[in-house]
């Protein structure tokens, strides 16, 4: 599976951002599609992820409320609308597929990975 992530850009503190994944794999709505982001400096982090039966949908509680992942299975795409974006949102975020059951927040559960796409807030 490829993953094409896009989306990034600058934005100022408040804004909104809506990244995409596209996904090279006609299997795409068997995987788990998760969000993750990485600071300079800093440890990968999950973001947010989604099932690929009901779509259930698992956040971060530093994103909670403000960011809104989903997925269509007719496009190969997830994506991750981000609204009331704060400076400490600002790093690389990458997409990531699993081919387990069930959404799990840890980066070496995922099999493919996103090139990543830059996402910096200004204050």
């Known amino acids: 599976v490829q993953l094409q992530a896009s989306g990034g850009g600058l934005v100022q503190a408040g804004g909104s951002l809506r990244l995409s994944c596209a996904a090279s794999?006609?299997?795409?709505?068997?995987?788990?599609m998760g969000w993750f982001l990485q600071a300079p400096g800093k440890e990968r982090e999950f973001v947010a992820g989604?099932?690929?039966?009901?779509?259930?949908?698992v956040y971060a509680d530093s994103v909670k409320g403000r960011f809104t992942i989903s997925r269509d299975n007719t496009k190969n795409t997830v994506y991750l609308q981000m609204d009331s974006l704060k400076p400490e949102d600002t790093a690389v975020y990458y997409c990531?597929?699993?081919?387990?059951?069930?959404?799990?927040?840890?980066?070496?559960?995922?099999?493919?990975w996103g090139q990543g796409t830059q996402v910096t807030v200004s204050s």
């Open positions: 990531a597929a699993s081919d387990l059951l069930v959404v799990t927040t840890t980066p070496s559960s995922y099999n493919y």
């Open positions: 794999e006609r299997t795409f709505s068997a995987y788990i």
């Open positions: 989604i099932s690929w039966r009901r779509g259930s949908t």
